[in-house]
């Protein structure tokens, strides 16, 4: 993999893991058409590790009052806790479906096509919050374990985790920029675990070095870190304003094209 490639899909996975687009389904489809290979666990090791460093950064403030506060007897304290059982709760129906149907993800993600119609429906998700309501309802409560069991369809390639987490806390009657700062950092959780597997995975093996490894390695690290920084900063500006609507008609627009393209 060239430092050019590893640079795209950098733009790729830190842009689309946080835009309500997929980022599965857009790596997925960019490798199908330019004929990228991701060049394994290391990787996507380095790329999540990018978007990881991303949402750190981002809701730093948010993430030190939860661990702060959650670990001392303060008036914060049981809001804080709140939180932080929340968060480790939603996060179960992902790794249980992702432990158990391990083979058969790998499987789907092999296809272009199941990322497209993925993506499509995501578009699906998208557009039906225009009629969802806020009921002034917390994220850190029933409504974050719907929104757990939306990541947990996320893992599909295509379907946005974040466009379905997102959605799921609206329809759950939370404020749309809470429900969006909680599936982000949901998103620590799913990122890192995912990244502590895959590092597991080849810590048994031996790494063959070759030129220009590193360099591309590092590159794509950077350029997810710049892009998922500013695709959570785009989505919080576009949410409060319009919601998910237009994210909607451009993951129909890039099914519809990637399946033309594609039948060519």
Known sequence: MTIGEALLLG?????????PVSSSGHLVITEALLGISEGGLLVEISLHAGTLLAVLLF?????????????RRREDGPRARAWMKWLIVATIPAACVGFL????????FESPVVALVGLMLTGVILISTRWSKQWDRKPAGPAGLWMGFAQALAILPGISRSGATIAMGMWSGVDRSEAAEFSFLLSVLAIGGASLL????????????????????LAGFVMAFLSGYAAIALLLGILKKRGLTPFAWYCWAVGIIGLVLLSM
């Open 11 to 19: 733009l790729v996975q830190g842009a689309t893991e946080f835009l």
């Open 59 to 71: 809701f730093r403030s948010r993430i030190i009052w939860i661990v702060s506060e959650g670990l």
């Open 101 to 108: 149907f391990r083979d058969f993800i790998e499987r789907v």
């Open 198 to 217: 895959q590092a597991v995975e080849i810590m048994g093996g031996t790494i063959e070095p070759v030129p220009g490894m590193w360099s591309g390695l």
